[in-house]
T-cell receptor, first 112, second 113 residues
Framework: GNSVTQMEGPVTLSEEAFLTINCTYT??????LFWYVQYPGEGLQLLLK?????DKGSNKGFEATYRKETTSFHLEKGSVQVSDSAVYFC???????????FGKGTKLSVIP | EAQVTQNPRYLITVTGKKLTVTCSQN?????MSWYRQDPGLGLRQIYY???????DKGDVPEGYKVSRKEKRNFPLILESPSPNQTSLYFC????????????FGPGTRLTVT
């Protein structure tokens, strides 16, 4: 079946540091890939997505590129802010599937 | 305002006492889903619905029931709750599921003693 593996957290960074959160997946065919973010006390919200190989999703300074050859979708941001402190979830939707499979989440804390 | 609402937001109950968590969306979405979030396990899908009267099991359906009689509502029913169902529950909706964006409710924190 489909699965998503994210780097273990928590991750603590200083403001303006570079962020990478690794995500790899297992799926048949060509899934769609997502990053969702959960701010404290809230539900998840879509951060970015990519639906085919080599696509780059981007939003709010975050980027992730769909790499079919390495089955990866790593999340990056060049300069994090305190307001980016949240839990980040990588997810996939299998080709032709109605379901979304999530990774376990990575908690990011950004300190001033 | 487009949104997914859940009620109640917090619930403490006892083992075996039937309960229902309601979920409603105002975006005319076809797809709705329930997830539970547990520390170290991330989000796991309980049930989902592709449209009215069409539901299917997710990854952890045991102990839960759902119904979809109207497009906007998708209640989650625990017929006989047990302590291992203590969790944070999220309802979500999307236009059609699959690679469409899912919109999440604010969550319901359930404690079963």
């Amino acid at each position: 079946g489909n699965s998503v593996t994210q780097m273990e957290g928590p991750v603590t960074l200083s403001e303006e540091a570079f962020l990478t959160i690794n995500c790899t997946y297992t799926a048949t065919g060509y899934p769609s890939l997502f990053w969702y973010v959960q701010y404290p006390g809230e539900g998840l919200q879509l951060l970015l997505k990519a639906t085919k190989a080599d696509d780059k999703g981007s939003n709010k300074g975050f980027e992730a590129t769909y790499r079919k050859e390495t089955t990866s979708f790593h999340l990056e941001k060049g300069s994090v802010q305190v307001s980016d402190s949240a839990v980040y979830f990588c997810a996939l939707s299998g080709a032709g599937s109605y379901q979304l499979t999530f990774g376990k989440g990575t908690k990011l804390s950004v300190i001033p | 305002e487009a949104q997914v609402t859940q009620n109640p937001r917090y619930l403490i109950t006892v083992t075996g006492k039937k309960l229902t968590v309601t979920c409603s969306q105002n975006m005319n979405h076809e797809y709705m889903s329930w997830y539970r979030q547990d520390p170290g396990l991330g989000l796991r899908q309980i049930y989902y619905s592709m449209n009215v009267e069409v539901t299917d099991k997710g990854d952890v359906p045991e102990g839960y029931k759902v119904s979809r009689k109207e497009k906007r509502n998708f209640p989650l029913i625990l017929e006989s709750p047990s302590p291992n169902q203590t969790s944070l529950y999220f309802c979500a909706s999307s236009l059609k599921g699959g690679d469409y964006e899912q919109y999440f409710g604010p969550g319901t924190r359930l404690t079963v003693t």
